[in-house]
């Protein structure tokens, strides 16, 4: 069973699915099952310095970058998007990044509480309240 929000990834050719609507199939891809993305937390040892989601409240809503330490933006290692939700998973912001490009999101919302959530093309998916 898919839960709304879930990320899953073809293994074979990369594409990558966002649950939209919850369901009780497998998602199958190049006749292969999808990989289930698993999020990343602060509390994983692995490249967090580079990959968690730093979020600051401002005046008119959320400044979000990606790493305390710059993450590279080349073409061959890179954050593909960010991507915001409200606490109640009925508001999602997404921005879509190339390289050369800042790593960071400005939301402007009224929301109280956000998750954050990026992806790297290389170390996958990383997430934080």
Not at 38 to 67: A, C, N, R, S, W
């Amino acid at each position: 069973m898919t839960k709304i929000l879930e990320m899953y990834k073809c293994n074979i050719c990369g594409n990558i699915v966002e649950v939209v609507v919850s369901g009780n199939g497998e998602l199958v891809c190049c006749g292969e099952v999808m990989e289930h993305l698993k999020e990343h937390t602060k509390d994983e040892e692995m490249l967090q310095e580079k990959h968690i989601p730093y979020v600051t409240k401002t005046e008119e809503g959320f400044e979000i970058k990606v790493g305390s330490i710059p993450h590279p933006m080349i073409d061959e290692h890179y954050i593909m998007f960010i991507e915001a939700n409200s606490s109640d998973k009925r508001y999602i912001k997404r921005k879509y990044l190339f390289p050369g490009e800042e790593p960071q999101l400005n939301l402007k919302c009224d929301c109280d509480e956000i998750t954050v959530r990026e992806y790297c093309n290389i170390h996958g998916l990383w997430t934080t309240d």
